[in-house]
């Protein structure tokens, strides 16, 4: 089975966001990137597909040569090649799904894996815009797969329960956190990743649909009041939720 | 100049979510001398339709089939860009639910137009819309602009209120669609639902409770207050990965972003990756026995204690305000 998984470079979880010189994107100086955490789970998948039904899985990225980190990781984890689409330019998700379609349908896959969204921009778009561009089926947010012949089974969480998605191969599936356990990466993975070639292609230039303009930071909340310090305060609480807030 | 407006129904009810899309749609319609046709499918759906125009739709377009009962992210993003084009809409707004940031990529693609995903705020300035969405987990705001023809946006549930219904009704257009196999090649074949809970991306309270509660029997005790409030049970990441609680619940940046009119935070610390998935909630109560918690630092309320004394004593007070 021909495997791509499409992966993202990210700051890490805690950074701190400032705000860069240009105004629209953030400062990196002094922010740690790392494997989008649900691409690690998309990677994990696609590794436990090619160990039932044999074949390879490609990692790919699109990016600067920073995301050749989040390549390495990935080979180190036991992918078997690593593509980085270079484009250092910030491009919008519409433009980089378009790059990442046509690398799938040159490579000719027969499952693609995402991450449910990416923890930058947390857009949750790229699975979808993807697949339509291919004109193939998609799940989204699956936290169970079972792949059959030419057939998958998903299951997706949506608010309140699940849903048990039947889907026709080739498809894109966007992976959410429970799918798996991703594995970490054996010693031996990670001295084999230094020696695996990352392929470089330069995807052609495709036009943003949506301009970005200033980021801003959310306005900073006022100092909130402490009601108490234990049960005593408990009536007080609920009188200020109450009669101030009007929440209950 | 059209707006049309995806109306989301389960089990042949609206979700929330579609009276908060219609009335934002109307809101920017207005501005711009439009008109918001809304579009519902489902199966058994046109009895429900008629009252999106209590919140400004003035027409609503319903696309009824046994086989759409259940949602399909193939058939119902054709449907979606097919009623676009035949109304001739220029703008589509869907819900930034599982189901609506399922099928937006969809619709975007189909229409040749470009996305703004997750809205939290439109505004209209000459003409043109700006639409604002956290990135970075809500450390960060940024204005886009579309710039195709075609604009599709998702909106975050909870954010824009949809207010009451004026009580007027929409007339209903019954249009039929051709779908063939190949447009049900993703389907849902069964909704398997969490037995009566309250999700937290959709409730308007949520209680939360964190490692603090020190084990998962001690969560009965956030049940009881989210009983009593009408909430859903949240939770932090430790908590889940515990196993003390399901992840569905979990709260944050790997987690459901929330937006509720009320959070109470219970025995939690306040991680950056907890506070990413709820800082934009509207009130915010800690309860917390470290006064240098974090979470305090967004809390509108606060009380410096002992979680196994204080939270009883809340559910006690909110039972006695509540009448129950
Ligand atoms: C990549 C990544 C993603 C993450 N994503 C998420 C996410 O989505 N959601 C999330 O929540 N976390 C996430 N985390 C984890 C996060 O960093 C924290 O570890 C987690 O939120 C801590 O959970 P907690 O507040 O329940 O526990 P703790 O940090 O252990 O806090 C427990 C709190 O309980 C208080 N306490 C103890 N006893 C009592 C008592 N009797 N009464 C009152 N208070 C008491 C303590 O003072 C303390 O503040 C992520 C981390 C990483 C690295
Ligand atoms: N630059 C990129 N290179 C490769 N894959 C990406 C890139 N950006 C996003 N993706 C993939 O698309 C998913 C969803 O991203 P997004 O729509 O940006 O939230 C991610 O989890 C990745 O799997």
Redesign the pocket.
């Known amino acids: 089975m021909k495997i791509v998984v499409f992966v993202n470079h990210v700051p890490d979880?805690e950074t701190k966001v400032k705000i860069g010189a240009d105004g629209k994107l953030i400062d990196p100086t002094g922010v740690n990137f790392m494997l989008n955490?649900y691409d690690e789970i998309g990677v994990e998948e696609a590794l436990k597909t090619k160990q039932q039904f044999g074949g390879e899985v490609v990692v790919v990225s699109l990016g600067g040569d920073p995301n050749k980190e989040t390549l390495r990781k990935a080979l180190a984890m036991g992918c078997d090649r690593a593509v980085l689409l270079k484009d250092p330019a910030v491009r919008d998700s519409y433009a980089v799904a378009s790059s990442l379609a046509d690398y799938a349908k040159e490579y000719g896959a027969d499952i693609i894996f995402c991450g449910k969204q990416s923890i930058d921009y947390d857009d949750a778009q790229i699975g979808g815009l993807i697949a339509e561009m291919l004109g193939i089926p998609s799940v989204s947010v699956v936290v169970k797969l079972e792949i059959k012949e030419s057939a998958i089974i998903a299951e997706r969480e949506i608010e309140g329960g699940h849903e048990i998605v039947r889907s026709s191969l080739p498809a894109v599936i966007t992976a959410q956190k429970g799918l798996n356990e991703p594995r970490y990466p054996s010693l031996k993975g990670i001295m084999d990743a230094k020696r695996k070639p990352i392929e470089e292609k330069v995807p052609s230039a495709v036009a943003s649909r949506v301009e970005v303009g200033a980021m801003s930071k959310p306005a900073a909340k006022a100092q909130g009041k402490i009601v108490g310090s234990d049960a005593s305060a408990a009536a007080e609480l609920v009188r200020l939720l109450h009669e101030e807030a009007k929440v209950i | 100049m059209k707006i049309l407006a995806f109306a989301e129904q389960r089990n042949g009810q609206f979700k929330k979510t579609a009276f908060e899309i219609v009335k934002a749609a109307k809101t920017v319609a207005d501005q711009l001398s439009g008109e918001v046709v809304a579009v519902v499918i489902g199966n058994n759906i046109a009895a429900i339709a008629g009252q999106l125009g209590g919140f400004g739709a003035s027409k609503v377009v319903a696309v009824e089939d046994a086989r759409l009962e259940l949602y399909s992210t193939t058939a119902y993003s054709k449907i979606i860009a097919d009623i676009a084009k035949l109304e001739s809409a220029a703008i589509v707004m869907l819900p930034a639910s599982e189901m609506g940031k399922d099928v937006a990529p969809r619709v975007a693609v189909k229409l040749d137009g470009g996305l703004a995903a997750g809205c939290t705020m439109l505004t209209v300035e000459g003409g043109t819309i700006k639409a604002t969405r956290p990135v970075y987990a809500g450390k960060g705001l940024v204005e886009v602009v579309v710039t195709t023809a075609t604009k599709v946006y998702t909106l975050r549930p909870n954010v824009f209120t949809a207010g009451s219904s004026n009580g007027q009704m929409a007339s209903v257009e019954n249009i039929k669609i051709e779908l063939g196999d190949a447009d049900f090649s993703a389907a849902v074949t069964e909704v398997k639902a969490a037995s009566g809970k309250k999700d937290v991306a959709e409730a308007d309270i949520i209680v939360s409770g964190?490692?603090?509660l020190?084990g998962p029997e001690n969560f009965s005790m956030i049940e009881d207050l989210a009983g009593a409030l009408g909430a859903a049970v949240g939770a932090?990441?430790?908590?889940v990965d515990a196993g003390w609680r399901t992840h569905d619940e979990?709260?944050?940046?790997?987690?459901k972003t929330v937006s509720p009119s009320l959070y109470v935070a219970?025995?939690?610390?306040?991680?950056?990756?907890?506070l990413?998935?709820m800082s934009s909630s509207k009130y915010i109560v800690a309860?917390?026995?470290?006064k240098d918690?974090p979470?305090f630092s967004i809390a509108d309320y606060g009380i410096v204690?002992?979680?196994?004394e204080v939270v009883p004593a809340i559910t006690a007070e909110v039972k006695k305000l509540l009448g129950k």
């Open positions: 979880t955490p | 964190g490692r603090g020190k932090s990441r430790a908590v979990q709260v944050g940046q790997t987690g219970v025995a939690i610390s306040g991680a950056v990756q907890h990413a998935g309860i917390n026995k470290d918690a979470i204690g002992d979680a196994f």
